[in-house]
């Protein structure tokens, strides 16, 4: 069964806000990673939280990981249309290493 | 350069053909996937190999035959193809172990007639 659920599964915000998305999963992982997807494009990697982390950075990015809750948070600061696409989230369950098992998505839109 | 490359974009076929999606990684990366991604954009593997070794074999019809002629290429090849095959079909690879980030391909989008 699919391990990671994201929420919403739609956004839509004004360019400057901030947008966060959530996502939840179900066994024990090594890490967990965002991506994104631009429309009718492959999937980009984001940011990787290990197992032992709480909260990473990366530019406007900030992710969470509370793994006695088994979710993550991924938040945008100051959004800009060009973040408009797909967020998904993707576990790497433990024993199972490099397979990579992913979320519903959030769309995301970002408007002027 | 186009790190993880697939070939053709679009394909669009009938019922009952067989037909194949190539992939090449100039990465320098152990591990390669292919993932299916369905109309509701849901994204599912469906094979990994590592050195040319299949690794990962999802629950796919057996109509699906993965094949890596070394580890910077794996195909896909589909025999008897069915509607339901109609989705985006990824390419991926990343390097060995845990903690890895995979670079996807553009994708390749399979219809169905």
């Known amino acids: 069964s699919q391990q990671g659920e994201e929420d919403p599964q739609a956004l839509s915000i004004q360019e400057g806000e901030n947008a966060t998305m959530n996502c939840s999963y179900k066994?024990?992982?090594?890490?967990l990673q965002w991506y994104r997807q631009n429309s009718g494009r492959g999937l980009v990697h984001l940011i990787l939280i290990r197992s032992n982390e709480r909260e990473k950075h990366s530019g406007r990015l900030r992710v969470t990981l509370d793994t006695s809750k088994k979710s993550s948070s991924l938040l945008i600061t100051a959004s800009r249309a060009a973040d408009t696409a797909s967020y998904f989230c993707a576990t790497d369950g433990t024993g199972t290493a490099s397979k990579l098992t992913f979320g519903t998505g959030t769309r995301l839109q970002v408007t002027l | 350069d186009t790190a993880v490359s697939q070939t053709p974009k679009y394909l669009v076929t009938q019922m009952g053909n067989d037909k194949s999606i190539k992939c090449e990684q100039n990465?320098?990366?152990?591990?390669m996937y292919w993932y299916k991604q369905d109309s509701k954009k849901f994204l599912k593997i469906m094979f990994s190999?590592?050195?040319?070794?299949?690794?990962i074999n999802e629950t796919v019809p057996n109509r699906f035959s993965p094949k890596s002629p070394d580890k910077a290429h794996l195909n896909l090849h589909i025999n008897s193809l069915e509607l339901g095959d109609s989705a985006v079909y990824f390419c991926a690879s990343s390097p060995s172990g845990a903690y890895n980030e995979q670079f996807f391909g553009p994708g390749t989008r399979l219809t169905v007639l």
């Open positions: 990465l320098g990366h152990d591990t």
């Open positions: 190999y590592n050195n040319k070794e299949l690794i």
């Open positions: 066994t024990s992982i090594n890490n």
